[in-house]
């Protein structure tokens, strides 16, 4: 019966840990500039702003856009409105008058 005996190597220790630090290493640099990384956050954030601020405009737009038509309603029709809808419908205006074209 033979018996083999083997030496312990100083690299098989480092195995684990190699291993380890690689798996660790990959998740930071992921974590650092992947597409949800701290790089991308900023991204993120800046394109959060610029939509917050688009949103703020289509907002009041609307909000101008319901008054106008609070006024067509029936019952609170204004005068000056159904003129102004009328001549703009039939593309008429008198000779004393401005047109300002938007």
Partial sequence: MLTRQYRKSKLAKLIVPAVTCSF???????????????EAKQQLVQTLANSQGAYEKLRKQRER??????????????????????????NY??????????
Avoid at 24 to 38: E, K
Avoid at 66 to 90: F, K, N, P, W
Avoid at 95 to 101: F, P, S
């Fill in 24 to 38: 660790l290493a990959y998740f930071a640099i992921h974590a650092q500039s992947g597409r949800y990384g701290l």
């Fill in 65 to 90: 856009l319901e008054q106008r038509v609070q006024l067509l309603h029936d019952g609170t029709l204004d005068r000056d409105m159904i003129d102004e809808r009328a001549r703009q419908a039939l």
């Fill in 93 to 102: 205006s008198t000779a004393d008058e401005v047109v300002i074209l938007r």
